[in-house]
């Protein structure tokens, strides 16, 4: 990746251009993202993948640093390092960038200098791949050979604490019917209650994501099915007294989905949030349209107000038995993706630690049976 054929410094973006501009012209037609920056990083030209990519004009880039295309995991201690291997032999790793409108793509980067006449190092190139579909190719391979161990043994459990679920639940009404409970007591059979609901809704999950069936599709208000799956996480929103707030349209779309597993996918999110509050958080669902040249969306997002999620785990919690608590199987967003796949829909995390989290469910206007 050196060259040896640029001016001396100092170097400006107009004077690489005069003195590389076949050079650029061949990097335009590379399906690759390639950048050029200075020896302080100081962008000097993206080719139109890196815009295509990453949503910018070229005007908002060049005379910018580069830590604009992955801030904030850029950051100041890795920039100067990055810069320093590449005068010495080149770097490479995988960071996370960031579009303009604050999406974030997984990119393997490539670095090495370019060097004047006298072998002297005057410019950096930036060579960056999107490996977004080799992660999901990736996570893919990892769920299903989790899922084989899982499969054999989900089902049985599944069956077995159900029989003792179903004669605690038979006792606990034949308690409460014996005699009139004074309000202690009604508040701790209230509190045994949520808890078999929710030991309850922990086996669905497990015996679904072991063994996902195939979505029943047919026209659902999507209002509906998002107060569906809200209510189905109110025990948990009680116990920790978490504060529901709702921003719906007017008028309710209709998208050709299945209900059922939609409103799990959406109870399972308020689930997490209110896991990982302190009592008394907030948790604000808005539903909304969202335009687009390969189709219209609409969006679920679903943001607390709770701890957040540190930056190394964000791209970890939709893995398979990884759970931020410790004490959780950690199937839970897991299963949320499944199904917003078999939907053919994405589901998205954004969190600031100390702050919160939004999770956002995107379905498309006009699905295709799955």
């Known amino acids: 990746m050196e060259n040896s054929f640029l001016p001396d410094p100092p170097l400006t973006a107009e004077s690489l251009t005069d003195h590389v501009g076949e050079l650029f012209q061949a990097m335009e037609a590379v399906p690759i993202g390639v950048a050029v920056t200075d020896l302080a990083g100081r962008v000097l030209f993206v080719n139109q993948r890196i815009l295509k990519s990453?949503?910018?004009?070229?005007?908002?880039?060049?005379?910018?640093?580069v830590a604009i295309f992955s801030r904030p995991t850029l950051d100041a201690a890795l920039l100067p390092r990055i810069l320093a291997q590449s005068l010495e032999g080149g770097w490479k790793g995988e960071l996370t960038g960031y579009r303009r409108d604050g999406l974030s793509l997984p990119v393997f980067l490539e670095t090495n200098a370019m060097r004047?006449?006298?072998?002297?190092?005057?410019?950096?190139v930036w060579v960056a791949r999107d490996i977004t579909e080799q992660r999901a190719f990736q996570r893919r391979l990892v769920a299903e050979g989790k899922l084989g161990t899982l499969g054999l043994i989900a089902?049985?459990?599944?069956?077995?604490?159900?029989n003792h679920l179903s004669a605690i639940k038979l006792s606990l009404y034949m308690l409460e019917k014996s005699g009139e409970p004074d309000p202690d007591q009604?508040?701790?059979f209230s509190i045994a209650r949520e808890e078999l609901n929710r030991i309850e809704l922990f086996l669905r999950t497990l015996v679904n994501y072991a063994k996902p069936p195939k979505p029943r599709v047919e026209p659902v208000d999507l209002v509906e099915a998002v107060n569906q799956g809200l209510e189905d996480a109110r025990p948990i929103l009680n116990l920790k007294s978490v504060a529901?707030?709702?921003?719906?349209?007017?008028?309710?779309?209709h998208l050709r989905l299945d209900r059922g597993q939609f409103?799990?996918?959406?109870?399972?999110?308020?689930?997490?949030?209110?896991?990982?509050m302190e009592h008394k958080g907030e948790i604000h669902v808005v539903l909304k349209r969202q335009p687009g040249e390969d189709g219209a969306w609409w969006l679920v997002e679903i943001r607390d107000n709770g701890p957040g999620?540190?930056?190394h785990l964000q791209e970890r919690v939709f893995e398979p038995f990884f759970s931020t608590t410790g004490h959780q199987l950690g199937l839970g967003l897991s299963n949320v993706r499944r199904i917003m796949d078999l939907h053919g829909g994405t589901v998205s995390l954004d969190s600031i630690p100390g702050r919160g989290t939004v999770v956002v469910l995107r379905i498309p206007e006009t699905a295709e049976e799955p």
């Open 309 to 311: 999620i540190a930056p």
């Open 186 to 188: 009604a508040l701790h």
């Open 263 to 276: 409103a799990q996918a959406v109870s399972q999110v308020v689930q997490n949030a209110s896991e990982a």
């Open 54 to 65: 990453l949503g910018y004009r070229r005007e908002e880039l060049v005379g910018q640093n």
């Open 244 to 253: 529901l707030f709702r921003q719906f349209p007017p008028q309710p779309p």
């Open 116 to 124: 004047n006449r006298d072998g002297e190092p005057i410019a950096v």
């Open 155 to 162: 089902h049985n459990m599944a069956h077995e604490i159900r």
